[in-house]
């Protein structure tokens, strides 16, 4: 069975009587190496063909100035390796009314696929060799899973994870970078198919949870046209702001910065207050939850309006307590009643969130028959969520339940193989952080910007001495203490805490002090969720100081 893009259910309200009945043939008739996208933009100029088919041995449409796709000499040197080619099909028309008609004067008989060559007692290989014959000639070889890729992230640019400076669609000339990183097909398939209505992803780490919230916070943006849900903006919320930083990059270098307004919640929960003359509270150690308590009272009262959004979307929605997401889901439009919630309950390392028991349902999020399972890790390698997952073994014991609850999830990892997490084990922590500067000097000779390097520290004594440590060892740092101290764009290397970090990613990621975890008031399953969140953030390379009589760092040097 054939994978098709959107799902069945997703696109076939806006399907023609025809259309649905090929998208079934060709779903349930050829082999799973095919993939179907029906009615999805394709390239730069967003052309809309009814459908497009891939398949390794066959070729498709593809550009041949991507040096990796075209034949290096030969012959047929600067040509595409794979063939490509195009067809027809007349739902409504059979064969032999094609040939009466003479419509081969039109187009070639061999590129056209007629009624009756499609019904449901079609055997599937007739069907199959249909559409082989559309093909100029057969391909020698079979198209690589790198190649495909290629071919996905120039066909549709909005599935690429890496976008803007990398490629610029209006150079011809501009060179494609040699690794281009694309949603997998489950998740494009589930990015291009949510659905109207709630929708709830429970994801384990490295699943690609907020590349999908960015696709359809994307699609959201554009879909809407002239409604009266369209003059409203898309909010993205999160918790804690070095990803709300991010996720609000990378809106505006989509361009999407004036119809989609990411905060993280208490920004949010402010912005509330001033933009509707409420009482912001005092400076105090219950500040931020006095901020929270006003919001949900003007909201009940009435004087801070709901609906306020066209589509809500919750990232790292386990941070968020009950009454925070009871208040969110109420800002939906209930024209749209778009809410997205991401999840993972092994990430939840705030504690308000997880001491109280709740439903989806509870709190207003329609979740029964509206949740998707994502077990996958693709953002680090093997080696690395092993690591992760050795001291956060007993954390990541999957637990059952329906899907109105918030079950537990162990990850699966993709098999991408990388290198050994790289453990230091010195008498102090001054000791590991210049062992750790020598490490990222090393990274950055191999190739590595500084901007791609993060340090994660569990206390901000750490990061601190972290900081110190690398600034004289004169590398560039950007020491996050606060609100604002978070620039994902600049070249310099990260230095944070680990529980700050919760939603990021780097390819270099260094974490000291893990030899004094968990420390001696520390519950140990709380130290770690940490732990687990914070080496999880690393997609090729981990460095870890284990020096300490601290349980994890002996549980990684045995």
């Known amino acids: 069975m054939a994978v098709l893009i959107p799902s069945m259910g997703a696109c076939v309200s806006r399907m023609t009587g025809g259309e649905r009945r090929l998208a079934?043939?060709?779903?349930?008739?050829?082999?799973?190496?095919?993939?179907?996208?029906?009615?999805?933009?394709?390239?730069?100029?967003?052309?809309?063909?009814?459908?497009?088919?891939?398949?390794?041995?066959?070729?498709?449409?593809?550009?041949?100035?991507?040096?990796?796709?075209?034949?290096?000499?030969?012959?047929?040197a600067g040509k595409l390796a794979f063939p490509w080619s195009y067809g027809v099909v007349f739902t409504n028309i059979t064969r032999k009314q094609f040939e009466a008609a003479e419509l081969h004067h039109a187009i070639e008989p061999h590129r056209v696929l007629c009624q009756d060559e499609m019904l449901e007692s079609v055997d599937a290989e007739d069907l199959q060799s249909r559409l082989w014959d559309m093909f100029p000639f057969m391909m020698r070889g079979v198209m690589s899973l790198p190649q495909i890729d290629r071919v996905r992230w120039i066909m549709f640019p909005e599935v690429r994870v890496q976008q803007g400076a990398l490629f610029d669609d209006d150079d011809e000339d501009a060179a494609l970078p040699d690794i281009m990183r694309v949603m997998d097909l489950q998740q494009e398939q589930l990015a291009r198919s949510l659905g109207d209505g709630h929708r709830v992803?429970?994801?384990?780490?490295?699943?690609?949870?907020?590349?999908?919230?960015?696709?359809?916070?994307?699609?959201?943006?554009?879909?809407?046209?002239?409604?009266?849900?369209?003059?409203?903006?898309?909010?993205?919320?999160?918790?804690?702001?070095?990803?709300?930083?991010?996720?609000?990059?990378?809106?505006?270098a989509k361009g999407l910065g004036g119809k989609v307004h990411v905060r993280h919640f208490h920004k949010w929960c402010r912005d509330q207050l001033v933009a509707y003359g409420q009482t912001i509270p005092q400076q105090s150690p219950h500040m931020f939850d006095d901020m929270v308590d006003n919001v949900i009272r003007a909201v009940d009262r009435k004087q801070i309006p709901s609906g306020q959004y066209q589509a809500v979307m919750i990232d790292e929605g386990h941070d968020f307590a009950p009454e925070w997401l009871k208040l969110v889901t109420q800002m939906v439009d209930p024209t749209t009643n778009s809410l997205l919630v991401l999840y993972d309950d092994a990430q939840s390392i705030y504690e308000r969130a997880r001491s109280k028991q709740f439903s989806f349902k509870s709190v207003g999020i329609q979740a029964q028959g509206r949740t998707t399972i994502l077990k996958i890790n693709y953002r680090n390698t093997k080696q690395i969520l092993q690591t992760a997952s050795l001291v956060a073994a007993d954390l990541l014991t999957a637990e059952e339940k329906d899907d109105d609850g918030?079950?537990?999830?162990?990850?699966?990892?993709?098999?991408?193989?990388?290198?050994?997490?790289?453990?230091?084990?010195?008498?102090?922590?001054?000791?590991?952080?210049?062992?750790?500067?020598?490490?990222?000097?090393?990274?950055?000779?191999?190739?590595?910007?500084?901007?791609?390097?993060?340090?994660l520290c569990a206390d901000w004594r750490t990061r601190d001495l972290l900081a110190r440590t690398l600034a004289q060892r004169k590398l560039p740092v950007e020491n996050r203490l606060g609100n604002g101290d978070f620039d994902p764009t600049s070249n310099k290397i990260k230095?944070?805490?680990?529980?700050?970090?919760?939603?990021?990613?780097?390819?270099v990621v260094a974490l000291p002090g893990v030899g004094h975890m968990p420390a001696a008031e520390e519950d140990e399953k709380e130290a770690a969720r940490v732990f687990y969140v914070a080496a999880t953030r690393a997609t090729q390379r981990l460095v870890m100081g284990v020096g300490g009589a601290g349980r994890f760092g002996q549980r990684l040097w045995d």
């Open 24 to 76: 079934e043939r060709l779903e349930h008739k050829l082999d799973a190496d095919y993939r179907l996208w029906y009615d999805v933009p394709m390239g730069p100029r967003n052309t809309h063909p009814d459908f497009c088919i891939l398949h390794p041995r066959r070729g498709i449409l593809a550009l041949e100035r991507d040096a990796q796709l075209v034949q290096a000499d030969g012959p047929h």
């Open 201 to 252: 992803i429970h994801g384990v780490a490295g699943s690609g949870k907020t590349m999908i919230l960015g696709y359809r916070a994307e699609y959201l943006a554009n879909a809407f046209g002239s409604s009266t849900a369209a003059t409203k903006p898309i909010l993205i919320l999160c918790f804690n702001e070095p990803l709300g930083v991010k996720l609000h990059s990378v809106m505006q």
């Open 406 to 455: 918030i079950p537990l999830l162990k990850p699966i990892s993709c098999g991408r193989e990388g290198e050994a997490p790289i453990i230091i084990r010195l008498p102090t922590l001054r000791d590991e952080a210049f062992a750790i500067a020598d490490h990222l000097v090393q990274a950055h000779q191999e190739g590595h910007a500084w901007g791609d390097m993060a340090v």
């Open 495 to 507: 230095v944070m805490t680990m529980k700050v970090s919760k939603g990021l990613e780097f390819p």
